[in-house]
T-cell receptor, first 110, second 115 residues
Protein backbone atom coordinates (compact mmCIF):
# COMPACT_ATOMS: atom_id res chain seq x y z
CA UNK A 1 0.00 0.00 0.00
CA UNK A 2 0.85 3.68 0.01
CA UNK A 3 3.41 5.06 2.45
CA UNK A 4 3.51 8.79 3.17
CA UNK A 5 6.46 10.28 5.02
CA UNK A 6 6.38 13.82 6.40
CA UNK A 7 9.20 16.08 7.61
CA UNK A 8 9.97 17.78 9.86
CA UNK A 9 7.96 16.54 12.82
CA UNK A 10 8.37 19.90 14.57
CA UNK A 11 9.10 23.33 13.16
CA UNK A 12 9.56 26.68 14.86
CA UNK A 13 9.74 29.92 12.92
CA UNK A 14 9.72 33.60 13.74
CA UNK A 15 6.60 35.50 12.87
CA UNK A 16 6.86 36.79 9.32
CA UNK A 17 9.24 34.06 8.18
CA UNK A 18 8.32 31.24 5.82
CA UNK A 19 7.63 27.62 6.75
CA UNK A 20 8.06 24.59 4.51
CA UNK A 21 6.78 21.09 5.19
CA UNK A 22 7.72 18.22 2.91
CA UNK A 23 6.05 14.89 2.18
CA UNK A 24 6.97 11.92 0.04
CA UNK A 25 4.75 9.12 -1.18
CA UNK A 26 5.44 5.70 -2.63
CA UNK A 27 2.47 4.76 -4.83
CA UNK A 28 2.55 6.30 -8.29
CA UNK A 29 -1.22 5.69 -8.53
CA UNK A 30 -1.87 8.39 -5.91
CA UNK A 31 -3.41 11.33 -7.72
CA UNK A 32 -4.74 13.75 -5.14
CA UNK A 33 -2.87 15.40 -2.26
CA UNK A 34 -4.75 17.41 0.39
CA UNK A 35 -3.20 19.26 3.33
CA UNK A 36 -4.92 19.62 6.69
CA UNK A 37 -4.44 21.95 9.63
CA UNK A 38 -5.39 20.72 13.08
CA UNK A 39 -5.55 23.07 16.02
CA UNK A 40 -5.30 21.66 19.51
CA UNK A 41 -8.35 19.59 20.41
CA UNK A 42 -10.09 20.25 17.11
CA UNK A 43 -10.74 18.39 13.91
CA UNK A 44 -8.38 18.50 10.94
CA UNK A 45 -9.48 21.06 8.40
CA UNK A 46 -8.59 21.16 4.73
CA UNK A 47 -6.42 24.16 3.88
CA UNK A 48 -5.28 23.41 0.35
CA UNK A 49 -5.11 20.50 -2.08
CA UNK A 50 -3.45 19.65 -5.36
CA UNK A 51 -4.25 17.20 -8.10
CA UNK A 52 -1.70 15.14 -9.96
CA UNK A 53 -2.08 17.05 -13.21
CA UNK A 54 -0.99 20.30 -11.53
CA UNK A 55 2.49 21.25 -10.39
CA UNK A 56 1.71 24.16 -8.10
CA UNK A 57 -1.27 25.79 -6.45
CA UNK A 58 -1.44 28.94 -4.38
CA UNK A 59 -4.05 30.41 -2.06
CA UNK A 60 -2.98 33.69 -0.48
CA UNK A 61 -0.10 32.88 1.91
CA UNK A 62 -0.30 29.13 1.33
CA UNK A 63 1.10 27.22 -1.61
CA UNK A 64 1.59 23.58 -2.46
CA UNK A 65 3.98 22.10 -5.00
CA UNK A 66 3.96 18.60 -6.45
CA UNK A 67 6.75 16.70 -8.17
CA UNK A 68 5.22 13.52 -9.57
CA UNK A 69 8.49 12.19 -10.89
CA UNK A 70 10.17 12.38 -7.51
CA UNK A 71 6.94 11.55 -5.67
CA UNK A 72 7.09 14.44 -3.27
CA UNK A 73 4.93 17.43 -2.45
CA UNK A 74 5.44 20.38 -0.16
CA UNK A 75 3.44 22.98 1.74
CA UNK A 76 4.75 26.52 1.83
CA UNK A 77 3.43 29.15 4.23
CA UNK A 78 4.73 32.68 3.76
CA UNK A 79 4.56 35.62 6.17
CA UNK A 80 3.69 33.30 9.03
CA UNK A 81 1.44 34.54 11.81
CA UNK A 82 0.88 33.20 15.35
CA UNK A 83 -2.49 31.80 14.27
CA UNK A 84 -0.67 29.53 11.83
CA UNK A 85 0.59 27.56 14.86
CA UNK A 86 -0.98 24.08 14.59
CA UNK A 87 -0.27 20.54 13.46
CA UNK A 88 -0.24 20.09 9.70
CA UNK A 89 -0.89 16.78 7.96
CA UNK A 90 -0.25 15.86 4.37
CA UNK A 91 -2.18 13.07 2.68
CA UNK A 92 -2.14 11.06 -0.51
CA UNK A 93 -5.33 9.69 -2.05
CA UNK A 94 -5.47 6.44 -4.00
CA UNK A 95 -8.94 5.22 -4.93
CA UNK A 96 -11.07 5.26 -1.77
CA UNK A 97 -8.12 5.45 0.59
CA UNK A 98 -6.40 8.43 2.17
CA UNK A 99 -2.92 7.90 3.57
CA UNK A 100 -1.71 10.50 6.05
CA UNK A 101 1.72 11.68 7.03
CA UNK A 102 2.63 11.69 10.71
CA UNK A 103 2.14 15.43 11.11
CA UNK A 104 4.27 18.54 11.61
CA UNK A 105 3.81 20.67 14.71
CA UNK A 106 4.39 24.27 13.60
CA UNK A 107 5.04 26.98 16.16
CA UNK A 108 5.16 30.60 15.05
CA UNK A 109 7.04 32.72 17.59
CA UNK A 110 5.73 36.30 17.91
CA UNK B 1 -24.33 22.38 1.77
CA UNK B 2 -23.00 19.23 3.34
CA UNK B 3 -22.55 18.82 7.07
CA UNK B 4 -21.30 16.02 9.26
CA UNK B 5 -22.52 15.39 12.78
CA UNK B 6 -20.67 13.29 15.29
CA UNK B 7 -21.62 12.53 18.86
CA UNK B 8 -21.00 12.49 21.70
CA UNK B 9 -18.25 15.09 21.91
CA UNK B 10 -16.67 13.55 25.00
CA UNK B 11 -17.09 10.21 26.69
CA UNK B 12 -15.61 8.57 29.76
CA UNK B 13 -16.15 4.84 29.98
CA UNK B 14 -14.80 2.11 32.27
CA UNK B 15 -12.74 -0.76 30.93
CA UNK B 16 -14.96 -3.60 29.74
CA UNK B 17 -17.96 -1.42 28.98
CA UNK B 18 -19.55 -1.19 25.51
CA UNK B 19 -19.14 1.69 23.08
CA UNK B 20 -21.29 3.26 20.42
CA UNK B 21 -20.25 6.36 18.49
CA UNK B 22 -22.48 7.72 15.79
CA UNK B 23 -21.88 9.85 12.74
CA UNK B 24 -24.33 11.20 10.18
CA UNK B 25 -23.83 13.23 7.04
CA UNK B 26 -26.34 15.62 5.55
CA UNK B 27 -26.61 17.18 2.12
CA UNK B 28 -25.05 14.42 0.05
CA UNK B 29 -25.89 10.92 -1.13
CA UNK B 30 -23.79 7.78 -1.21
CA UNK B 31 -20.78 9.27 0.55
CA UNK B 32 -17.67 7.32 1.42
CA UNK B 33 -17.44 7.22 5.21
CA UNK B 34 -14.43 6.76 7.46
CA UNK B 35 -13.53 6.27 11.11
CA UNK B 36 -10.11 7.47 12.25
CA UNK B 37 -8.50 7.37 15.68
CA UNK B 38 -5.88 9.78 16.94
CA UNK B 39 -3.89 9.07 20.07
CA UNK B 40 -2.67 12.10 22.02
CA UNK B 41 -0.05 13.97 20.00
CA UNK B 42 -0.07 11.38 17.25
CA UNK B 43 -1.21 10.92 13.68
CA UNK B 44 -4.42 9.69 12.13
CA UNK B 45 -5.01 5.95 12.18
CA UNK B 46 -7.66 4.66 9.77
CA UNK B 47 -9.95 2.16 11.50
CA UNK B 48 -12.76 1.55 9.01
CA UNK B 49 -14.07 2.90 5.75
CA UNK B 50 -17.27 2.27 3.84
CA UNK B 51 -18.22 2.89 0.22
CA UNK B 52 -21.87 1.89 0.69
CA UNK B 53 -24.47 0.37 2.99
CA UNK B 54 -23.11 -2.83 4.55
CA UNK B 55 -19.83 -2.39 2.63
CA UNK B 56 -17.20 -1.87 5.29
CA UNK B 57 -13.47 -2.41 5.17
CA UNK B 58 -11.47 -2.88 8.33
CA UNK B 59 -7.96 -1.56 8.43
CA UNK B 60 -7.04 -2.47 11.98
CA UNK B 61 -8.26 -5.80 13.41
CA UNK B 62 -9.09 -5.24 17.06
CA UNK B 63 -12.05 -5.10 19.39
CA UNK B 64 -13.80 -2.39 17.41
CA UNK B 65 -16.45 -2.84 14.73
CA UNK B 66 -18.33 -0.55 12.39
CA UNK B 67 -21.74 -0.61 10.79
CA UNK B 68 -23.54 1.46 8.19
CA UNK B 69 -27.25 0.81 8.60
CA UNK B 70 -28.24 3.74 6.39
CA UNK B 71 -26.59 5.56 3.50
CA UNK B 72 -25.45 8.52 5.58
CA UNK B 73 -25.02 6.91 8.99
CA UNK B 74 -21.83 5.30 10.26
CA UNK B 75 -21.52 3.72 13.70
CA UNK B 76 -18.41 2.65 15.58
CA UNK B 77 -18.90 0.04 18.29
CA UNK B 78 -17.15 -2.11 20.80
CA UNK B 79 -18.45 -4.82 23.08
CA UNK B 80 -15.70 -4.39 25.67
CA UNK B 81 -13.45 -1.35 25.81
CA UNK B 82 -9.74 -1.59 26.56
CA UNK B 83 -7.54 1.11 28.09
CA UNK B 84 -5.75 1.33 24.74
CA UNK B 85 -9.01 2.40 23.07
CA UNK B 86 -8.68 5.87 24.58
CA UNK B 87 -8.21 8.56 21.97
CA UNK B 88 -9.81 11.10 19.70
CA UNK B 89 -12.20 9.44 17.26
CA UNK B 90 -12.93 11.23 14.03
CA UNK B 91 -15.61 10.43 11.50
CA UNK B 92 -15.05 11.72 7.97
CA UNK B 93 -16.76 11.68 4.60
CA UNK B 94 -15.89 12.25 0.99
CA UNK B 95 -17.83 12.17 -2.23
CA UNK B 96 -18.52 8.60 -3.21
CA UNK B 97 -19.52 6.86 -6.40
CA UNK B 98 -16.02 6.87 -7.81
CA UNK B 99 -15.76 10.66 -7.91
CA UNK B 100 -12.04 11.43 -8.03
CA UNK B 101 -10.05 13.99 -6.12
CA UNK B 102 -12.53 14.81 -3.40
CA UNK B 103 -11.23 15.90 0.00
CA UNK B 104 -12.03 14.28 3.31
CA UNK B 105 -14.26 16.33 5.58
CA UNK B 106 -13.99 15.55 9.28
CA UNK B 107 -16.56 15.70 12.04
CA UNK B 108 -15.77 17.46 15.31
CA UNK B 109 -14.59 14.24 16.90
CA UNK B 110 -15.29 12.30 20.08
CA UNK B 111 -12.74 12.34 22.85
CA UNK B 112 -12.94 8.93 24.53
CA UNK B 113 -11.26 8.21 27.83
CA UNK B 114 -11.31 4.64 29.06
CA UNK B 115 -10.68 4.40 32.81
Amino acid sequence: GENVEQHPSTLSVQEGDSAVIKCTYSDSASNYFPWYKQELGKRPQLIIDIRSNVGEKKDQRIAVTLNKTAKHFSLHITETQPEDSAVYFCAANTGNQFYFGTGTSLTVIP
Amino acid sequence: SQTIHQWPATLVQPVGSPLSLECTVEGTSNPNLYWYRQAAGRGLQLLFYSIGIDQISSEVPQNLSASRPQDRQFILSSKKLLLSDSGFYLCAWTTGGGAPNSPLHFGNGTRLTVT
